[in-house]
């Protein structure tokens, strides 16, 4: 079992940059692909980026591409998402999870955090 617990959101204005982060408790943690998901009010949970067990490689939304990065720290059971010049529409509860799979689908993930919430402001 992991458990995954994220930090980091808050509230911040349009251009800024927040970090989040999702620390995983479990021996588990380094063989497992992790990733980034968020969900608005209103909408369904969408896909924010991923990144294989190693580091070695990430997919990001289209969305996402060149402002926010997908990172990991396999010693420190940690996994990070560098958000840079944030939108309004950037707003949502912001979900790390974990899988077995390298997938932008989210019911591909056996393991969730509880969410941190990020809000944009403009």
């Known amino acids: 079992q992991v458990q995954l617990v994220e930090s980091g959101g808050g509230l911040v204005q349009a251009g800024g940059s927040l970090r989040l982060s999702c620390a995983a408790s479990?021996?588990?943690?380094?063989?497992?692909?992790m990733g980034w998901f968020r969900q608005a009010p209103g909408k369904e949970r969408e896909f924010v980026a991923v990144?294989?067990?190693?580091?070695?490689?990430?997919t990001d939304a289209d969305f996402v591409k060149g402002r926010f990065t997908i990172s990991r720290d396999n010693a420190k059971n940690k996994m990070y998402l560098q958000m840079n010049s944030l939108k309004p529409e950037d707003t949502a509860v912001y979900y790390c999870?974990?899988?077995?799979?390298?997938?932008?689908?989210?019911?591909?993930?056996?393991?969730w955090g509880q969410g941190t919430q990020v809000t944009v402001s403009s």
């Open positions: 999870a974990g899988g077995s799979y390298y997938s932008t689908t989210y019911s591909d993930y056996n393991y």
């Open positions: 479990g021996r588990t943690f380094s063989n497992l692909a």
């Open positions: 990144i294989t067990w190693d580091g070695r490689s990430t």
